[in-house]
């Protein structure tokens, strides 16, 4: 009898609101999730991804704090309680550091210091679910290849301008890592001289020249601690202008049809962009092989989306 169906036996509005809310409920508690992570040189984002999209995106800044395993296991699962621990089926990991996927370690992140490190295992034994591990900007790339402003490209770079300079050369939709499998490292390649004040610092990796001591994340910290107004002008602008010989140097080895840049330094974009695009220019010899230069709009959620879907693949492996 349809009197004694759940919507025809005298239930109020507010009655039938609470069931419908009390199943939904019931329903997105049934929902397991991937746990998408993105461990960068100064924070951890999370976010849980259903398969489709993010959710509960979040953000930790630790600065230059010295983290490991056991600290950002204690964050993860401070999240997951806030977020009423929900059902997790397993979690990816992207790091600013090569990886050994099948051993699950972090081989070496200057940004960190860790060399070695089994930081899938203690992350694994703290949140008691399947962890894997993938070199961040290879998670990112992916997903700017097939979703963002490397979609319909045959051939092109992907750089990562944030604490740490990182890319990833992207050929029909493959990243393309060399021989060693460490063609993500731009960062820390010698390309300034020392005649550049910035680059005759030494850097993370203890070695002075790198890119990364004259356009990495840190530099821009202390300019903007330092500097006010004009000054603060003129360190953008010869920001910019580096930032154009590293991309000119890209371009002269690799000769790709564009390059896409992401990463937190790109919030700044309109303070470099000019005199990077002059500089890019300026310095690279076959104006004909300039390649288009374009800023990601997925921003952070390269990353996460990147590190869902490697969770949710691997799974399936
Ligand atoms: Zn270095």
Same mark, same amino acid.
């Given at each position: 009898m349809r009197k004694n169906t759940t919507w025809d036996c005298g239930r109020s509005t507010a009655d039938g609101f609470a069931l419908f809310e009390r199943t939904l409920w019931q329903a997105m508690r049934k929902t397991a999730y991937w746990l998408a992570i993105d461990i960068g040189g100064s924070s951890v984002k999370v976010a849980l991804w259903d398969g489709h999209r993010l959710s509960r995106v979040d953000r930790t800044e630790f600065g230059s704090a010295i983290v490991d395993g056991d600290w950002i296991a204690r964050l993860l699962g401070l999240k997951l309680q806030a977020w009423g621990d929900p059902p997790i089926r397993s979690a990816a990991v992207g790091v600013p550091s090569l990886v050994d996927a099948k051993h699950r370690v972090v081989v070496e992140s200057a940004n960190l210091g860790w060399r070695n490190y089994p930081l899938a295992s203690v992350l694994r034994k703290a949140l008691r679910i399947p962890v894997y591990l993938e070199t961040d900007v290879l998670l990112a790339a992916r997903v700017e290849s097939a979703l963002g402003a490397g979609r319909n490209s045959t051939d092109f770079v992907y750089i990562n301008l944030g604490t740490g300079v990182s890319h990833v050369r992207m050929l029909r939709g493959e990243p393309q890592l060399g021989a060693h499998g460490l063609g993500t490292n731009l960062g820390h390649a010698p390309l300034f001289s020392g005649r550049n004040r910035r680059a005759r610092k030494l850097c993370r990796c203890d070695r002075p020249y790198c890119v990364e001591t004259v356009i990495g994340g840190r530099v821009i910290a202390t300019a903007?601690?330092?500097?006010?107004?004009? +000054?603060?002008?003129?360190?953008?602008?010869?920001?910019? +202008? @580096?930032?154009?010989?590293?991309?000119?140097?890209?371009?002269? =080895?690799?000769?790709?049809? $564009?390059?896409?840049? @992401?990463?937190?330094?790109?919030?700044? $974009?309109? #303070?470099?962009?000019?005199?990077? $695009?002059?500089? =890019?220019?300026?310095?690279?010899?076959?104006?004909?092989?300039?390649?288009?230069?374009?800023?990601?709009?997925?921003?952070d959620a390269a990353? #996460?989306?990147?590190?869902? #879907?490697?969770?949710?693949?691997?799974a399936h492996e």
């Open positions: 903007l601690r330092r500097w006010r107004g004009g +000054e603060r002008h003129r360190f953008w602008r010869e920001y910019g +202008e @580096n930032l154009g010989i590293v991309l000119s140097c890209v371009t002269s =080895l690799l000769d790709p049809e $564009r390059i896409v840049l @992401n990463g937190g330094v790109c919030a700044s $974009r309109t #303070l470099f962009e000019s005199s990077m $695009r002059a500089a =890019l220019q300026r310095h690279t010899a076959h104006q004909g092989a300039l390649p288009k230069i374009l800023f990601s709009r997925l921003g990353g #996460l989306v990147g590190a869902g #879907l490697a969770a949710q693949q691997r």
